[in-house]
């Protein structure tokens, strides 16, 4: 049953995105490590860091697409879940710091150490386990999506009601990670890691490896969705998504569809959030500004929603295309990213990959219909609201 | 007790049912009994609640008052939508609604009454004995030829058969269907007829129609809404010569 | 005695006192200080004060402080403040400085408690009498804050005197608070404590609480229940402050929203953006500040009344353009609308800062905005009742307008049924344009208000954008009258959960109170029930 369940995800063009991100996973690394510097092909390891940050971000926007794509649920509050899963990862980190920090103490954070705090809260317990904190990246995010999506989602708080409640839900936990004595460390977050898994995070091997991580992990995420869409299931989401009253006048359990896709993909925004934060080695309530979840909506749309690959190339692109503005014309970035948010709704729709899909699609149909009869429409073709 | 023995078995039954919007009356004190394998027509005016009727039936909306029983026991207001259709009823809508990205085959398919929960569908294979099934409706609904095609392609007609079939697949034991042959050409209405007689044979199935011409053709027991509640009941002669029923909804 | 006869020759000089005005020259008095011993001081004080010179307070108030000094070479009297090493020295009665001198070069005028008492009575008295009504309030006021029997002569005397209705009330609490300090027979101790309890507030339980251990035994019960009694007043008091910065957190809330009411609640549009347009509205107020300070400052007060029109245009044309640029095209489809117009909102804050930099713009408050009065027992400010007035007129002007203007009815002709409104001849695109531009002009003109209390940067919208679309939903979506009852209650929540939970947690706990409340009802406070809204 779960090999059928995963051989329907293998489809010719995903079998091929994997093919590539494990080929990337391996050359990236070989290139940054086996090359000497100096040599063209040789990749510098900020290089590295900054590629695995693209693709903790692609696996963030997959993450979204799943709901907002394929389910139709726009959640402005998917920066949220990766931030608890970096949050977590961050937590084992400084646990794993113990007495190299400032004021030496072997358990005990610098920031706690510093707000005169005498013993470590109890939801820092365990975190010094790794196991236990890769759980907990996959726990908290779930937790919060399954109790939110729970009312939400029962009580048929849906489109943009459900878009702003999950804006202030993030919004909420962002003044709260704010505050020095909800011991996430305030303002300044957690950082200045030392180690994970006793390797340096700063070390150029390290690195390599994490960015390997996360090549593999997108991967792997894109295999799940890919089986989750390809199922049964994944039709009744996109069915939920066109015509929610159909679905459920047909018999199903609506909420339990969306419960489910909600904390699958919370989940993923953890997993993420958690190897974002030993690339980028910090993680502060930054994270949780609602500015960033509505960005990683873009970086989806931009690609294409209710596509795999699209959140994919959408994440890479426009983040590729943020590192070259902020870089060259700091000033103009937003006026860039405001402008990509009006042009991909004005005239894109379905995104880039949907857009080529749509091309491919009209081609291959007008060609069928000029071998037969006259087809329908086919331009027409687009998912209608229900009623 | 003794009445309950001598009631006829009923598959829905509707009693005293009211509801009000904002203190408008959509439902007024209605009651209505389906028996197993009726077809019915209900007509009545714009506002009549034939409508808000389906609404109650079917969960979306909860009385304020009255009972509805279905197979003369369960209580259908405790209930939810997804609920009453795993129950056996089926409802199709005014505005033909199919999943218009998904292929004809794939909407049957969904339909199917099979497990409905997260973990069934996630794990679902398409079995032979399902395959034989989905051919099955398509012929019934006329759309063979066209099952690979996305939904959204098809015909205001073919999408209201396409959602029949649906229904169909779904294995109900009452059908709701309303108004199932707006804007259709007067071939495809009388098409409709014939197939609503013939899953009629098999399950119980109530129409909501305002075109007389269609209701005449189905030749079936007639109620007449008005207001909320019923104004009359018969064949369709008896109905359209009823004056009230003349005055409220064939006159003018 | 010595006292008494210090304090009758004061009464008598005080008595002339505003005849005397401009009389005898102080300055002689003053320097004479200088070689004087406490009894001849005492006497000069008394010549001092037979001036009749206000000038002369400063002198006495250092001479009580003990920073009066005499320069040894030529026996001159100073005010001296310490400079470093050295002393700065000031003139006594015109308070300029004149030089710097070396410690060495000065010598301390001896000062003891007695003196200190006489000085006390002959600035009080000094200044109880003086013709000018600001001084004599401010010298009851001095009374107050130290009671001691020795004003009491002072103060009755004066009282006579008084005309004044404020400054005599002012007087007769002083009295009160010199008598409980005095020998005075109870029942006239018993009235004092009733005048003090008058007072109110915090100072009049400070005031009766340090007279109570001194007091009579028989006047014990009397001053504990004055006591409980302004206790619980001040309880109250504390409950109706709290619910007017509720309320005007709330109107801040209620103008913020009342543009989303309109382009969110009547019309649907997801407007993003909206934060933007009460930012740009706070930007036209300084901008139009800069003007008049340029041009015409003696207009400087009618600014924000000048502000508001240009605000309300310049939004409302910013609101048209996106209108008919980008949201015309997204009708039906509220997820990109809000796409969209996220997209509008990062355009517009780039622009601003481009145009007037990152940082925060000074918006001057005009002469009617600033300062605070007191009402009963809380404080209010100025500009927190003019905005909380300005709202509610705004508010009311715009329920005017939706239900009794032609333009209000075809509005709402459109919302309801717009293929009905387009074929009974209301050109429908145009209505839809208006609207949105309306509504993002109220949001300029919320940017007016805002401008007087928040900082006028171009993140300013962002700070609103939450808040409003909480209001508006928790209000009920196309319900002007939800918006005002959900602004004005969740300001006042807000307020009373801050003492308790604090600021940032009592935002906290209001926004997960909307979101649970959201799950309960979805359509907000004030929902719409029916078919026609489900559909």
């Known amino acids: ?56 971000y692609a696996l963030l926007a997959l993450a979204l697409d799943l709901v907002w794509g394929y389910c139709g649920i726009l959640s402005l509050g998917h920066g949220a879940f990766f931030a608890l899963g970096g949050y977590a990862m961050g937590m084992y980190l400084m646990r794993q710091i113990g007495p190299r920090g400032v004021y030496g103490d072997p358990i005990l954070p610098d920031f706690m150490v510093f707000l005169n705090w005498k013993e470590l809260p109890w939801f820092w317990y365990g975190f010094d386990m790794f196991p236990f904190a890769m759980l907990m990246v996959l726990l908290v995010p779930g937790l919060l999506a399954f109790v939110f999506g729970w009312f939400a989602f029962r009580s048929r708080v849906n489109g943009v009601y459900l878009s702003i409640i999950t804006q202030a839900m993030t919004y909420a936990l962002m003044l709260a990670f704010f505050r020095n004595d909800m011991g996430f460390g305030g303002n300044n977050g957690l950082t200045d890691y030392k180690e994970i898994l006793g390797f340096s995070v700063q070390a150029q091997g390290t690195r390599a490896v994490l960015f390997a991580a996360s090549a593999v992990m997108l991967a792997l995420c894109l295999l799940l969705a890919s089986a989750i869409v390809n199922s049964k299931f994944g039709k009744v989401l996109v069915g939920v998504r066109d015509a929610e009253s159909r679905v459920r006048f047909l018999g199903f359990r609506v909420e339990n569809i969306k419960l489910f896709t909600f904390v699958v993909s919370a989940m993923m925004a953890g997993v993420a959030g958690a190897l974002f934060v030993p690339q980028v080695g910090i993680i502060n309530p930054g994270e949780f500004a609602p500015a960033n979840s509505i960005e990683v909506v873009v970086w989806t749309a931009v690609g294409g929603r209710g596509t795999l690959m699209g959140p994919i190339i959408g994440a890479v692109l426009v983040n590729a295309g943020k590192s070259f503005f902020t870089g060259a014309f700091p000033e103009f970035w937003l006026f860039a990213l405001g402008g990509l948010f009006i042009a991909v709704t004005l005239f894109l729709p379905k995104g880039i990959v949907g857009t080529v899909e749509k091309y491919w699609q009209a081609r291959k149909a007008t060609r069928k219909a000029s071998e037969t009869s006259r087809g329908g429409d086919v331009l027409t073709a687009q998912p209608q609201a229900a009623e | 007790m003794t009445e309950e023995t001598n009631a006829p078995r009923s598959l829905l039954y509707l009693d005293g049912v009211s509801v009000s919007f904002d ?3 959509a439902l007024n004190s209605l009651s209505l009994v389906i028996e197993p394998g009726e077809l019915r027509a209900i007509i009545g005016p714009n506002g009549a609640g034939k409508t808000t009727m389906m609404d109650v039936i079917t969960g979306k909306t909860r009385p304020d008052t009255g009972t509805v029983l279905f197979e003369d026991t369960i209580d259908l207001t405790k209930r939810d939508e997804a609920d009453i259709a795993q129950l056996g009823i089926g409802r199709k809508f005014q505005k033909p609604t199919v999943f218009e990205s998904h292929t004809v085959w794939d909407n049957l398919e969904l339909a199917l009454n099979r497990p409905r929960g997260v973990y069934s569908t996630l794990f679902y294979r398409l079995s032979g004995e399902d395959k034989d099934r989905i051919e099955e409706i398509l012929a019934t609904i006329r759309l063979s030829h066209r099952k690979d095609e996305l939904a959204a392609n098809l015909s205001h007609g073919q999408k209201q058969w396409l959602e029949i079939g649906m229904l169909l697949a779904q294995e109900p034991k009452l059908l709701l269907v309303d108004e199932p042959v707006a804007g259709m050409t007067d071939a495809e209405t009388a098409e409709t007829a014939v197939l609503l007689r013939e899953i009629a044979r098999t399950r119980s199935v109530v129409v909501v129609e305002h075109d007389m011409g269609f209701i005449r053709d189905l030749g079936v027991k007639v109620t007449c809404l008005a207001e909320g509640s019923v104004l009359a009941e018969g064949s369709i002669d008896f109905v359209s010569s009823d004056p009230k029923v003349i005055e409220n909804y064939l006159g003018r | ?53 206000a000038r002369v307070a400063p002198a006495l108030e250092a001479f009580a402080a003990g920073d009066l000094y005499a320069r040894k070479s030529d026996g001159a009297v100073f005010i001296a403040k310490p400079a470093g090493k050295n002393f700065k020295l000031i003139d006594p009665l015109s308070g300029e400085e004149v030089e710097e001198a070396g410690k060495g070069a000065v010598a301390k005028i001896k000062i003891n408690n007695n003196l200190r008492r006489v000085i006390r009575s002959t600035l009080g008295g000094l200044t109880l009498l003086s013709p000018d009504r600001a001084t004599r309030l401010r010298a009851a006021e001095a009374v107050m804050r130290s009671p001691s029997a020795e004003n009491l002569e002072l103060i009755e005397a004066a009282l006579e005197k008084e005309s004044d209705g404020a400054v005599k009330a002012r007087m007769e609490q002083a009295r009160a608070v010199s008598l409980l300090a005095s020998d005075r027979g109870v029942e006239e101790k018993r009235a004092a404590i009733d005048t003090i309890r008058s007072l109110g507030g915090r100072p009049a339980i400070a005031i009766l609480m340090t007279a109570a251990p001194a007091v009579d035994p028989a006047l014990k019960e009397d001053l504990n229940h004055a006591i409980r009694q302004l206790e619980s007043n001040l309880a109250a008091w504390d409950v109706a402050q709290n619910v007017w910065y509720g309320l005007s957190l709330g109107s801040v809330l209620l103008l913020a929203a009342i543009g989303l009411a309109i382009t969110f609640g009547v019309m649907g549009i997801i407007n993003m953006a909206h934060g933007e347009m009460v930012m740009i509205g706070a930007y036209s107020t300084f901008v139009v500040q800069q003007l008049i300070r340029t041009n015409a400052p003696q207009l400087f007060d009618w600014s924000l009344l000048i502000a508001v029109p240009v605000a309300f245009l310049v939004t409302g044309i910013v609101g048209l353009v996106i209108e008919r640029g980008v949201i015309r095209f997204l009708y039906g489809r509220p997820l990109e609308t809000l796409l969209a117009t996220w997209g509008i909102s990062l355009i517009l804050q780039q622009s601003v800062r481009s145009i007037f930099g990152p940082t925060n713009q000074e918006v001057g408050n005009p002469s009617w905005m600033s300062g605070s009065f007191p009402l009963g027992g809380m404080t209010v400010t100025w500009n927190r009742m003019w905005i909380i007035l300005f709202s509610i007129s705004i508010f009311l002007a715009l329920l005017a307008l939706m239900k009794k203007s032609s333009f209000g009815l075809q509005m709402r002709a459109v919302t309801q ?24 002009g109220i949001a300029g003109i919320a940017g007016v208000a805002l401008s007087q209390i928040d900082n006028v940067s171009p993140n300013l919208g962002q700070a609103y954008i939450i808040d409003s679309f909480m209001v508006v939903v928790f209000g009920g979506v196309g319900n002007l009258w939800g918006t005002l009852v959900g602004a004005l209650s969740l300001g006042v929540l807000n307020k009373f959960l801050e003492p308790s939970v604090g600021a940032v947690l009592g935002k906290i706990l209001v926004l997960v109170l909307i979101i649970l409340f959201i799950q309960k009802r979805p359509r907000g406070l004030f929902a719409l029930k029916g078919r026609a809204v489900e559909a």
């Open chain 1, 1 to 56: 049953m779960i090999t059928s369940f995963v051989l329907r995800a293998l489809n010719g063009r995903i079998t091929i995105t994997i093919a590539i991100l494990l080929a990337v996973a391996a050359l990236v690394p070989a290139l940054n490590i086996l090359v000497p510097p100096g040599n063209p092909f040789h990749i510098p390891t900020y290089a590295v860091s900054l590629m695995g940050k693209y693709l903790c």
């Open chain 2, 23 to 25: 203190g408008f009356k």
């Open chain 3, 1 to 53: 005695m010595i006292r008494f006869l210090s304090s009758l020759i004061l009464l008598l000089t005080l008595a002339v006192s505003g005849h005397a005005q401009g009389g005898a020259d102080p300055r002689p008095l003053i320097d004479a200080l200088g070689k004087a011993n406490f009894k001849q001081a005492e006497e000069l004080l008394g010549q001092i004060a037979a001036t009749g010179d």
């Open chain 3, 417 to 440: 049924n717009r293929r009905m409104a387009s074929s009974m001849g209301i050109r429908t695109p145009w209505v839809d344009a208006l609207t949105f531009a309306l509504g993002s």
